[in-house]
T-cell receptor, first 114, second 115 residues
Framework: DTGVSQDPRHKITKRGQNVTFRCDPI?????LYWYRQTLGQGPEFLTY????????KSRLLSDRFSAERPKGSFSTLEIQRTEQGDSAMYLC????????????FGPGTRLLVL | AQTVTQSQPEMSVQEAETVTLSCTYD???????LFWYKQPPSRQMILVIR??????QNATENRFSVNFQKAAKSFSLKISDSQLGDAAMYFC????????????FGKGTRLHILP
């Protein structure tokens, strides 16, 4: 049973460019979450999916952010017109319907916006 | 809104000794889950231990145990026989039973293990 995987692990981009991150949850986990973690802070919730439905979005998720989970499997998080303030670690987590409250995290994608 | 507070930004412990990391939280809910996650430098966040609020018995996982004081809203983590591999950032976290949609994390405690 493989864990949560994320791609890429690191991304450097210039301000104004669009970036897309991918997350593959643990197989058969029906819930998938995105968090953002800045230096020296704990992760902060961005959004989550139950199967293919996006059920909640944080106020942190501005209009420049969009997330999808087609077919309820992998998910993508896109940031349009990146800003320097978007520099952070983007973490993905998943949970099983048997134990929804316990989330398992991927290695994260570290984004640096120059 | 629920909050999680970790008042110790950094701690150090001698290898093989015992250390306790503190965590307090605030909630108006009666049923919830509490967690400790470990994040080694540049590595993945790992679940260390989980506590269900309706269970009075403190959770234990090998060298890791918690002291859950529900009335005081306190949830400390004790690491026994500290090992070099325990060096990491430790996050205390909360999840509601009724709205199990997101985990609320504290700011973390960085634990150093001294050889």
């Amino acid at each position: 049973d493989t864990g949560v995987s994320q791609d890429p692990r690191h991304k450097i981009t210039k301000r104004g460019q669009n970036v897309t991150f991918r997350c593959d949850p643990i197989s058969e986990h029906n819930r998938l979450y995105w968090y953002r973690q800045t230096l020296g802070q704990g992760p902060e919730f961005l959004t989550y999916f139950q199967n293919e439905a996006q059920l909640e979005k944080s106020r942190l998720l501005s209009d420049r952010f969009s997330a999808e989970r087609p077919k309820g499997s992998f998910s993508t998080l896109e940031i349009q017109r990146t800003e320097q303030g978007d520099s952070a670690m983007y973490l993905c987590a998943s949970s099983s319907y048997r134990s929804q409250e316990t989330q398992y995290f991927g290695p994260g994608t570290r984004l640096l916006v120059l | 809104a629920q909050t999680v507070t970790q008042s110790q930004p950094e701690m150090s412990v001698q290898e093989a000794e015992t250390v306790t990391l503190s965590c307090t939280y605030d909630t108006s809910e009666s049923d919830y889950y509490l967690f400790w996650y470990k994040q080694p430098p540049s590595r993945q966040m790992i679940l260390v231990i989980r506590q269900e609020a309706y269970k009075q018995q403190n959770a234990t996982e090998n060298r890791f145990s918690v002291n859950f004081q529900k009335a005081a809203k306190s949830f400390s983590l004790k690491i026994s026989d500290s090992q070099l591999g325990d060096a990491a950032m430790y996050f205390c976290a909360y999840n509601s039973v009724n709205r199990d949609d997101k985990i609320i994390f504290g700011k973390g405690t960085r634990l150093h293990i001294l050889p």
